[in-house]
């Protein structure tokens, strides 16, 4: 599910032809016409110590040959590409695909995850279909092709050639540099010279960027720092770890602590992580301000005019996850643009702009990107702020406070309980939906202290996609309540090694004089009820959610 396959690293690594059977699934799901073109690949720096490239290069690489219908191989250079990247050399080669190794901000490791992600040759990850196609085709598998004496330096710069005895002859395999088409396309959508003068010029801004020992480092330093101009010392983290140091590459308040006590210090006006694979992002503003996920996306869209791309391309729609606040959608209905409430998964935003329906989408999980990819692009993001920053020469604080005067503030909070028994998080589910959908709990009443909420609808919900009338069903439980104020209870794919139960909490608040309050003490009640009719603590034994973004 969710374009791939991830699980604990131990269970590649003990279950003997694991990897190939999965990607040789994937591979005889693509159609025979499009094996005769090219494949780009990937490698993730969890892959270079527990799977090490040269067995990798056996197992997949090999595999992608299958029986002689692919002609042409992308890797990145030393193995190493970003997920944008990924998404943007396979759009500018025309590939028949892609496939990456990563488990996105899990942690790494041998007691951590391992994964294989399948993009499309839109660029995008694989849509349902796909990876239902993929997993009937692994229940009758008998064989997987391979070619075990393949040796290819991923070290050196162009096209090594190979006498494979098929039918291409030779057989191409191209290394290329892991930023430069990345790079180019990145210049073609934003002004270089505005950001490049924000960082350099006589009102210039200091930056802290953290790229959380991923992926990102040689990205941060050659288009933050070479391009832009930022000093080498404005980035940290930057070397690609296996384990990523010990620590989750997950770019929140619970895991980015280093940028956090540096941006706390006040002397840096702007700060950023990235998750291990660049496309996942966190805004910090001075002395630590936090800029949550949905905010940024809604702040975004109602500044893309500071984009050059926009200005150009025009603003057909945006799309947010379920959970997202529903802050873009105010943005959306200033604009007069349609907005598309999707399941999570950036499969369902891919749709939509290939159909020319949306040009920004993003998720409350910090994920944040627009048409120019069909991938969430953190990086992108990124340099999408520092052009805000450039154009309205406000701070960060300022213009989240400009944004919450004019279209009011979304006091939004997630609360992860992570790891916890697959059956016990599966009733808790179960037993949520029997109690919301049922026709007494309609309308009901719940009072905290001084605050009184009146459920005005519940549902499980359910989504129709608008290109192909597809309809996905059961991606969260959602309470409505006649102030708009929201509840959502959703079991989480992002990881396979135990289940995560997220609670989402949401409430609207116009009058600029009630602004100024902690998201926690504001949505306290909201969490009370939610804790209430879940249960989540006692029937968990949990005291409290493992992370509160």
């Given at each position: 599910g969710g374009g791939g396959l991830r699980r604990p690293t131990g269970l590649f690594e003990s279950q003997r032809n694991y990897l190939p059977n999965f990607v040789q699934s994937l591979l005889s799901s693509v159609d025979l016409r499009d094996r005769q073109g090219c494949t780009m690949n990937r490698f993730h720096t969890r892959t270079l110590q527990f799977y090490p490239i040269h067995i990798y290069l056996y197992v997949c690489v090999c595999l992608l040959i299958f029986k002689s219908l692919i002609g042409r191989l992308v890797i990145g250079q030393n193995g190493i590409l970003s997920t944008p990247a990924v998404s943007c050399i396979i759009?500018?080669?025309?590939?028949?695909?892609?496939?990456?190794?990563?488990?996105?901000?899990?942690?790494?490791?041998?007691?951590?995850?391992?994964?294989?992600?399948?993009?499309?040759?839109?660029g995008g990850p694989a849509p349902d279909i796909v990876s239902d196609k993929i997993y009937q085709i692994s229940k009758t598998l008998e064989e997987y092709a391979i070619c075990p004496d393949l040796r290819v330096d991923l070290s050196r710069l162009g096209r090594q050639e190979f006498d494979l005895e098929n039918k291409f002859k030779p057989f191409r395999v191209e290394i290329v540099d892991s930023v430069d088409i990345y790079l180019n396309?990145?210049?073609?959508?934003?002004?270089?010279?505005?950001?490049?003068?924000?960082?350099?010029?006589?009102?210039?801004?200091?930056?802290?960027?953290?790229?959380?020992?991923?992926?990102?480092?040689?990205?941060?330093?050659?288009?933050?720092?070479?391009?832009?101009?930022?000093?080498?010392?404005?980035?940290?983290?930057?070397?690609?770890?296996?384990?990523?140091?010990?620590?989750?590459?997950?770019?929140?308040?619970?895991?980015?602590?280093?940028?956090?006590?540096?941006?706390?210090?006040?002397?840096?006006?702007?700060?950023?992580?990235?998750?291990?694979?660049?496309?996942?992002?966190?805004?910090?503003?001075?002395?630590?301000?936090?800029?949550?996920?949905?905010?940024?996306?809604?702040?975004?869209?109602?500044?893309?005019?500071?984009?050059?791309?926009?200005?150009?391309?025009?603003?057909?729609?945006?799309?947010?996850?379920?959970?997202?606040?529903?802050?873009?959608?105010?943005?959306?209905?200033?604009?007069?643009?349609?907005?598309?409430?999707?399941?999570?998964?950036?499969?369902?935003?891919?749709?939509?702009?290939?159909?020319?329906?949306?040009?920004?989408?993003?998720?409350?999980?910090?994920?944040?990107?627009?048409?120019?990819?069909?991938?969430?692009?953190g990086l992108w993001a990124v340099l999408v702020w520092l052009s805000i920053l450039a154009a309205r020469k406000q701070s960060v604080e300022e213009i989240v406070r400009d944004h919450w005067t004019k279209f009011g503030r979304h006091y939004y909070c997630r609360f992860d309980y992570e790891a916890l028994e697959p059956r016990t998080a599966y009733f808790i589910m179960r037993d949520l939906e029997t109690l919301i959908t049922d026709k007494s709990f309609s309308h009901q009443q719940f009072a905290v202290g001084n605050n009184i909420y009146s459920v005005e609808r519940t549902d499980s919900f359910e989504y129709i996609d608008p290109v192909d009338g597809t309809v996905t069903k059961r991606q969260g439980l959602r309470i409505i309540f006649s102030d708009a104020s929201r509840l959502i209870f959703r079991m989480s794919a992002s990881s396979h090694v135990r289940a995560t139960l997220r609670i989402y909490a949401e409430s609207y608040e116009k009058d600029p004089s009630q602004h100024n309050k902690e998201p926690q003490a504001v949505l306290s009640p909201l969490i009370a009820i939610a804790l209430k009719i879940s249960q989540i603590h006692e029937r968990t034994g949990r005291k409290g959610p493992t992370v509160i973004t």
């Open positions: 759009r500018k080669i025309k590939a028949a695909g892609g496939i990456i190794l990563t488990a996105s901000h899990s942690p790494g490791g041998p007691g951590g995850e391992f994964g294989v992600k399948f993009e499309v040759a839109n396309l990145l210049r073609s959508i934003f002004d270089f010279n505005a950001i490049r003068n924000l960082l350099t010029g006589p009102n210039q801004i200091k930056i802290r960027i953290d790229a959380m020992n991923g992926v990102m480092g040689p990205y941060v330093r050659r288009i933050l720092c070479d391009e832009l101009g930022a000093p080498a010392n404005s980035a940290i983290n930057c070397i690609p770890l296996e384990d990523f140091g010990g620590q989750p590459p997950d770019p929140n308040l619970t895991y980015a602590t280093a940028l956090l006590e540096a941006m706390r210090g006040g002397e840096y006006g702007f700060g950023a992580a990235f998750d291990a694979d660049g496309d996942r992002y966190m805004i910090l503003g001075q002395n630590g301000f936090f800029v949550n996920a949905s905010d940024s996306l809604a702040i975004i869209a109602a500044n893309l005019s500071c984009i050059p791309y926009f200005c150009q391309m025009g603003v057909r729609g945006f799309g947010r996850s379920m959970p997202t606040s529903t802050a873009l959608d105010k943005v959306a209905k200033a604009m007069k643009v349609p907005v598309y409430e999707t399941p999570t998964g950036w499969r369902y935003f891919s749709n939509l702009m290939d159909s020319g329906r949306c040009s920004l989408c993003g998720e409350e999980s910090f994920g944040t990107g627009s048409d120019h990819l069909r991938e969430k692009d």
